[in-house]
Each structure stands twice: as structure tokens, then as C-alpha cells.
């Protein structure tokens, strides 16, 4: 086998296990009840909707899944559940596509380092980053495509390879509605690089996707174009700037507060000095960075979660840009600091074998877990069913799936606020509920309320299912 061949066999391979490991941990997970409607079990009834050509109107979250987020890549994922249907295939499909995101990585420091073992470790630098780690164990959520796509599109503008650069770009633009934040950055840096019209044309088709996705269809479904206003703080984007202006010590005091200068330590310290030669590639996660740390919603500026995988790519890049502009006797220095810094990081910050960290979960086999598999079976296919959170993920192939207090009892469901606390009309369609018997405070009382009209059907040491009297009262209506 000839030596590249040979390297890229080997990236493969490591790409293949760490998809492998992290399928097998989420499953684990899953199957131990550790996932829940949110954000798991609403994107499986809703692609699940979509596999059989119904409106992806998701009950367990009381929103169209594309009015949500205009996030027309699930169509992608609506065939494999024309095969193997299920939340596992989501888990699955999301380890693969994240994993996969270290081979354009590979092949671009392959062709501008030169060697085999340089881009093999540049590769792995991706697997074993802390933010693309975090997306890929946090449920599922349709940016993690962007781990893939993303870097595509760069390898491709990097390679000049134009007609797998515009596949990459649309790819990347059906994910969710604010791609733009990265795409028109990356238009920008393809007009600094000579490529003005192609430049022009991403950034702005990157705006009007933006654009049609938030007022056409996420309007058009949900009744807003974003549910998400309310995350820049000092009252949206203007009383933000008012105050940048007017009191810039409160605004400073904002930013490095509640962990956001570590979140940039975490984000930057990975890829160690080296893209520092490449400023103008990193450039491109600027805004995304900027937006994450400005916002006020606790898990933008946590590396943990899907939002900071966006600015991954870039950053990983300009680690091999950069270090593709040092003289070739140097390169094999700046790799080996990337390494290092990516190790460290993925030992204090990841949940990989041999980190500090592990992510505490029931396994498969614990009790709770095997009643819960168990008396689920109770509950007849397609019948609407009201259900403990955990259990979403198990019982969301049908069209009335929702979690235990709703339709009973409104909480986070709807388009906004205004109906919490609510009965919802729904509630009549609901046949079962499927609740644990330990209770807390809240579900006690919420399930004392409707007790009466439901009668106990299965029961064990952990669940018990129970079924209206009667049977429904709105058998056959819309969600």
C-alpha cells in the first residue's frame, strides 16, 4: 500500500471509532433513559412525521419542527427512517456526520503540509476537540451537520474546487436559519482571497437564505420569525448598542461574567498560537463567537453544547493555513504544539477515554430502565399518549405524543409563553399516560387533577400506564 494510502486508511479508521464509541455512549444513554423530548424525542416524531409524508407538527413541543428551525436538512435523514426509524438512527447518523468532519481537515493539511503523519494528527485534532466532543453528546441537533459541511466548504474554497464548494455551501445553508452568521464571514474571506464575485455571491445568497427561512418559512408556520429575540440582553440589539455607548462598564462587566472568558480560553486554546499565522481564516467564527459570548442564554457560552461547533471549523483550518506558511523545517513544531494543546483540552474537557471527565448515566441495563422498556409495550401503537420526558424518545412514532403535564397542564409548549399554565383542547385526544411512581410535588398534583378519569392497565416496580375511561373524547382530530 503506498504511504498516503496508508494514511488515509489510518484517518479513516480513527474516524470510524470515534463515531463507533460515541454511537455506542448515546445509545447507552438512550436506551437508559437519559434522553429526553427535548432535544431528542421532538426531532424523532418530527422526522418521523416527515417519513410518512405528514406536516412535521410536533406535539411534544407544540411547533411545526420546520417552524422551529428552518432546518431543511432533516429531509436528508427522512430516508434512513424509510429503514431503521428511531432515535438511534438520529444518535447515530450525528456521530458519523461529526466524525466525518475531520477529513476535509486531513486531506487539505495532507495536500499543504506534505508527509503522512502531520495530517493524520491534524485530523485528529478534530476528534478530539472539546466543542465538536460536546455537540456530538449533547441529544441531537441538525447543526451537527454543520460538522461536516462546513469543512467541506472550506477545504473546497481552499482547493478551489468550485462545484463541491456550492454543494458545501447549500448544504450548509439548510441547516438552520442563522447560518449566515458563518457563511457570509466565509463569503468575506473568499473575496479577500481574489474570489470577489464567488465571495459576493455566498454572502449574499447566505443572507437571503437567512432571510427566507426566518420570514417565509418559519414564519409562515410559527406566526414569528424567531423565537429568540429575548437572548441579546439589555432589551435586544438596539438597547445592546445604547448601552455599549452609554454605560460600556456595565456592558464590559456583562461580557466576562457567568464563565464567558474561560468559554474563549476553551474555545482558542485547543488550536494553541498557531492560527494566529492565519487571522483571516479564524476570522470567519468571529461573529459566531462574538454572538455566542453576547448572548444571554447559559449554554451559547458553555462548550458543552451544539452552539459553539459552528466556529470549530474555521479556527481548525487556520491552525493548517498557518502552519502551511512556516518553512518546512518549522511545521513539524507548530503540529506537535497543536497536539498538545488539543490533548490537554480533550483531557480536561471532554468525556473521551482517558479524560478527567465521564458522563454520568443509567446504563441500558438498570432496573428503572428495563421497566420503563417494558411496560411501554403496554401502550397500543399510535394511540395519543401523554408521557414522563424520558419515555418521549421511546413512544414519538405517533401523531399525539406529549410531555406529562401537557395537554393537561401547558409547560414550555407553544410558540411562546402565553398559554403556560393552560388546559390544552388536546387534552380530550389523550387515551393513555405512561408516569413513573415516584412523583414529585409538581407531577403529583398535575396527575390528581386528571386522575379520575384514567384507570390503571399495567403496573410494576417503576411505571404504571394508565388508560381514560371511556376511551378519548377526540379520536381522529388534527394535532
Known amino acids: 500500500m503506498r504511504r498516503p494510502a496508508a494514511a488515509t486508511a489510518v484517518m479513516v479508521l480513527l474516524v470510524a471509532l470515534h463515531a463507533v464509541w460515541t454511537t455506542r455512549l448515546q445509545w447507552d444513554i438512550h436506551r437508559g433513559l437519559g434522553t429526553s423530548s427535548y432535544d ?49 438512527t438520529l444518535l447515530a447518523i450525528q456521530s458519523f456526520v461529526v466524525a466525518a468532519g475531520a477529513l476535509p481537515l486531513y486531506f487539505l493539511a495532507r495536500r499543504r503540509l506534505g508527509g503522512q503523519v502531520m495530517p493524520v494528527v491534524i485530523g485528529s485534532t478534530w476528534l478530539l476537540n472539546p466543542a465538536v466532543n460536546g455537540t456530538n453528546l449533547e441529544n441531537f441537533h441538525p447543526d451537527s451537520f454543520l460538522g461536516l459541511f462546513l469543512p467541506l466548504a472550506l477545504f473546497a474554497m481552499f482547493e478551489r474546487r468550485w462545484r463541491l464548494y456550492w454543494v458545501a455551501v447549500v448544504l450548509c445553508a439548510s441547516v438552520k436559519e442563522d447560518v449566515s452568521l458563518v457563511l457570509v464571514p466565509l463569503g468575506l474571506l473568499l473575496m479577500l482571497r481574489g474570489e470577489r464575485r464567488r465571495g459576493a455571491i455566498t454572502a449574499v445568497a447566505a443572507i437571503g437564505a437567512s432571510l427566507a427561512g426566518m420570514f417565509l418559512l418559519m414564519r409562515s408556520l410559527i406566526g414569528t420569525p424567531t423565537r429568540n429575540g429575548w437572548r441579546i440582553p439589555f432589551g435586544g440589539v438596539g438597547g445592546f448598542l445604547r448601552e455599549s455607548v452609554t454605560n460600556p462598564g456595565n456592558v464590559l462587566s456583562y461580557l466576562s461574567g457567568e464563565g464567558r472568558l474561560f468559554y474563549l480560553w476553551q474555545m482558542f486554546v485547543p488550536f494553541g498560537p498557531v492560527l494566529l499565522l492565519a487571522p483571516e481564516v479564524a476570522a470567519v467564527s468571529a461573529v459566531v463567537i462574538t454572538g455566542n459570548i453576547v448572548s444571554n442564554f447559559w449554554y451559547q457560552f458553555h462548550i458543552g453544547y451544539h452552539y459553539s461547533l459552528v466556529a470549530v471549523p474555521a479556527l481548525a483550518f487556520a491552525t493548517v493555513i498557518g502552519t502551511a506558511r512556516l518553512h518546512r523545517n518549522s511545521r513539524p513544531l507548530a503540529v506537535t504544539v497543536v497536539a498538545l494543546c488539543t490533548l490537554v483540552s480533550a483531557i480536561l474537557w471532554t468525556a473521551l477515554p482517558g479524560s478527567r471527565n465521564e458522563i454520568a448515566h443509567w446504563p441500558a441495563s438498570h432496573p428503572v430502565a428495563v421497566a420503563a422498556r417494558d411496560i411501554i409495550k403496554e401502550v397500543p401503537d399510535g394511540a395519543p399518549v401523554s408521557v414522563y420526558h424520558s419515555l418521549a424518545p421511546h413512544m414519538a412514532h405517533r401523531v399525539h405524543v406529549y410531555q406529562f403535564p401537557n395537554p393537561f397542564r401547558v409547560v414550555l409548549y407553544g410558540t411562546d409563553i402565553s398559554l403556560e399554565g393552560t388546559r390544552d383542547p388536546r387534552a380530550d385526544l389523550v387515551e393513555y399516560v405512561v408516569l413513573p411512581l415516584s412523583m414529585d410535588e409538581d407531577m403529583s398534583r398535575d396527575w390528581g ?13 417503576h411505571w404504571a400506564v394508565f388508560r381514560r375511561l371511556g376511551g378519548s373524547k377526540g379520536a381522529g382530530q388534527a394535532p
Not at 453 to 459: I, L, N, P, W
Open 40 to 88: 431528542v424525542g421532538l426531532y424523532d416524531q418530527g422526522t418521523w412525521l416527515l417519513s410518512r409524508f405528514r406536516a412535521p407538527f410536533v406535539t411534544l413541543m407544540g411547533r411545526n419542527l420546520l417552524g422551529d428551525h428552518a432546518s431543511l436538512v432533516m429531509f436528508l435523514v427522512v430516508p434512513f427512517y424509510w429503514v431503521v426509524p428511531g432515535t438511534e
Open 449 to 461: 387533577k386528571i386522575a379520575g378519569g384514567f384507570e390503571t392497565v399495567a403496573r410494576n416496580d
